[in-house]
């Protein structure tokens, strides 16, 4: 998710005035620009297509994405949110084209701070995420299971909680990759004249990996 503005050197101005005003850019290698200019630099509201087939619209400043604006990604993908001299950083949101979508804040181009990771099936993550992992306090609800509790660098670890369909808890910790049980409760009663609760709805206890800053891989994914 890093975007870096070509130079404007060797291009052409094809419309407009391309200095100080609006005006339409097109670069030799591919794509172009229209929008506003000031001193010879893209800045203000304008549009830009690149050669890679993604295109932005929203504010610049100094010819890269600055504030503002919405990313579509030549897969298909769709961010909305802010930039910073040309990368996400700031509060956004990313939908993939499987429908998973992520919104929170992000740093550098990836998931960072306290955001909502939601898969395609319905399952979600709601917690911490460090340079785009999971990592720190978090809920996981998938599969018809509620894990909450600690995650690091993308896996579980430390302590947590699994809450169960039938509303039965096993709490403990994690270590070397599995969940030792420290205490079970069991799932409340029933009266036999209620009827059943409705449970937890999900379909697939899905695994984690990173997301990187091109956008290539889906925490999940």
Do not use: R
């Not at 619209?57 to 897969?75: H, I, K, L």
């Not at 998931?111 to 993550?125: E, K, L, Q, R």
């Not at 460090?130 to 509620?146: A, I, M, V, Y």
Request: with cysteine; charged share 25%.
């Amino acid at each position: 998710m890093l975007l870096f503005s070509p130079s404007l050197a060797f291009g052409e101005c094809v419309e407009g005035d391309c200095v100080n005003g609006y005006g339409k850019y097109i670069f030799p290698e591919g794509g172009q620009y229209a929008g506003q200019f000031a001193n010879g630099e893209f800045a203000g509201q304008g549009n830009q297509d690149y050669a890679d087939g993604n295109t932005y619209e929203g504010m610049f400043e100094n010819s890269s994405p600055q504030g503002n604006g919405t990313m579509t990604y030549a897969d298909g993908s769709v961010f909305k949110g802010q930039f910073d001299h040309g990368v996400i950083s700031g509060q956004g949101a990313i939908v993939f084209p499987n429908g998973a979508k992520y919104e929170g804040p992000f740093k550098d181009g990836v998931f960072h701070g306290t955001g909502t990771y939601t898969y395609a099936d319905g399952s979600n993550y709601k917690g911490e995420f460090k340079k785009g992992l999971f990592d720190g306090e978090g809920t996981l609800f998938s599969d018809g299971q509620l894990y909450v509790g600690e995650f690091k660098e993308g896996e579980y670890s430390g302590k947590g909680t699994i809450t169960y369909y039938d509303k039965s808890q096993e709490i403990g910790e994690w270590k070397d990759g599995k969940f030792k049980v420290l205490q079970k409760i069991k799932a409340p009663k029933k009266s036999a004249t209620s009827e059943d609760e409705q449970g937890f709805e999900s379909d697939a206890f899905l695994p984690i990996e990173p997301w990187d800053a091109e956008g290539n891989n889906e925490p999940g994914q």
